[in-house]
């Protein structure tokens, strides 16, 4: 298994990054389901970079409690300043989320979130982590997924395409990141048991965030 990608030093830049390139498309595509986080009581966030999701979504439930896992040091560390006086709601795990394993507890995760997350990782990687957060979520668990994705037709081949190779080709001399296509992501949600409920877009679809669940009649996967 390679290496995680080492996003140490764009932590305190990390966010102007953002803006210049993106502007505030990437944060709409963070809270396109914000209200519906609100009455969540366990939350696990992975890979949330600086940690400006995480703040809004303590800030707008004062009851939730995360755990977030990240390989990179720095942003955890950015993330919990962010969190201000809600840090002690927070567990950080400083872990590759491909072996990374939920604690045991006996109350499941009602909250999954991976912002612009799922693109560092290979197809199976991405089956392979939705089987195992699958047996760590409770029946009514949301799984809100923000991604790039290549829409259809002359936008996803002009633009959307090479504007994302760009991008893998930029992080990848930045942060050492192997990965250089966007993963099959929803055929491994599907194939864990989760199922699409609701989708929203930005740029002509070039970003998107959705919002999956499982069937809570479904038992979990073996």
């Avoid at 201000?84 to 950080?92: I, K, P």
Wanted: charged share 20%.
């Amino acid at each position: 298994m390679n290496q995680p990608p080492n996003f140490n030093r764009l932590a305190r830049l990390y966010r102007w990054m953002e803006l210049v390139s993106f502007g505030s498309a990437l944060g709409w595509c963070r809270c396109a389901f914000l209200l519906e986080m609100t009455r969540c009581q366990r939350a696990l966030i992975l890979g949330d970079g600086d940690g400006r999701f995480t703040a809004r979504l303590l800030s707008v439930n004062s009851t939730v409690r995360v755990d977030a896992v990240d390989a990179s040091s720095a942003m955890l560390n950015e993330l919990l300043r962010r969190a201000g006086s809600h840090a002690e709601r927070v567990c950080s795990h400083l872990a590759d989320a491909r072996i990374w394993q939920p604690p045991s507890v006996d109350s499941p995760y009602d909250l999954i979130v991976t912002h612009f997350f799922l693109d560092c990782f290979t197809t199976e990687e991405v089956a392979k982590l939705a089987s195992r957060l699958r047996k760590a979520a409770s029946p009514s668990v949301m799984w809100v997924v923000s991604e790039f994705d290549l829409p259809e037709g002359w936008f996803g081949s002009l633009v959307a395409r090479p504007l994302v190779s760009v991008l893998y080709g930029a992080f990848g001399w930045m942060t050492g990141l192997r990965v250089r296509t966007l993963p099959e992501y929803r055929a491994s949600l599907s194939g864990a048991g989760f199922f699409l409920q609701e989708r929203k877009q930005r740029l002509g679809g070039l970003l998107v965030s959705e919002l999956w669940s499982v069937n809570p009649f479904d038992s979990v996967l073996s």
